[in-house]
């Protein structure tokens, strides 16, 4: 490709680029409540049994107070199980289809891979900041986000750590208080019930520990993909 002259140059207006920007999905699962409420009672049911559907090999050292499920989840035929997988799957399909540039043919041709489990955290409980490898995308969808403290407004909190890891290292007034998408250290999320979340399995993250006297539930999965007949 040809260099641009000088005169090009400084024709080109100026422009403020969000470069290597981390893309962020949200969504919503229409009804929420009513099928929130019947995954809670499954859930919990199923947490009551205990070894029959905890991870048995779980990569990340379990924190008293965190319950996690094996990596099937999605595969329950329970209706209120289904209908969340929709939801995801949709969601999902939409967002890569969006940042891809995908045609509606080749999203015919996608094929997903997925491990989905659920946790379910009480007082106390937390996850340690870690990555999915092996994984393109990922997911927490929020079941019931449990009774946050007054005075604990970070119980149970979806940190996310901002990856462009020295951006913070000089900081004066020409950088201090830059704005989103520009903005350094970490990105919260709150959960409201039915609330999707949707992010690149390799970012950092974490749940800060939950501080409520019922129970945080979850569901989360990790997904990679393949084309048919590729």
């Keep these: 490709m040809p260099r641009p002259s000088r005169s090009e140059l400084q024709a080109m207006p100026y422009q403020l680029n969000p470069l290597f920007a981390v893309p962020f999905a949200q969504d919503t699962l229409p009804d929420a409540e009513a099928v929130n409420a019947q995954l809670k009672t499954l859930l919990l049911a199923r947490e009551g049994e205990g070894a029959r559907y905890a991870n048995p090999n779980p990569s990340l050292k379990q924190q008293t107070g965190v319950f996690e499920s094996d990596f099937n989840l999605f595969a329950w035929p329970e209706a209120c199980v ?12 939409r967002t890569i289809a969006e940042l891809n540039g995908y045609s509606a043919q080749e999203m015919q041709r996608l094929q997903i891979f997925s491990h989905t489990w659920f946790h379910v955290t009480r007082n106390g409980g937390f996850t340690i900041l870690h990555t999915h490898p092996m994984a393109s995308w990922s997911g927490v969808y929020c079941v019931d986000p449990g009774q946050t403290p007054d005075d604990r407004p970070e119980s149970g909190v979806l940190r996310f750590h901002n990856p462009h890891h020295y951006s913070n290292l000089f900081l004066d007034p020409g950088n201090a208080r830059l704005r989103e998408p520009y903005h350094h250290g ?20 974490e749940v800060m520990p939950f501080y409520g006297n019922d129970e945080r539930i979850t569901v989360a999965f990790n997904c990679w993909f393949g084309m048919k007949d590729a």
């Design 82 to 93: 289904q209908q969340l997988r929709q939801f995801c799957w949709t969601t999902l399909g």
């Design 186 to 205: 970490t990105w919260n999320v709150r959960f409201q019930p039915g609330q999707l979340v949707l992010f690149p399995s390799w970012l950092q993250h």
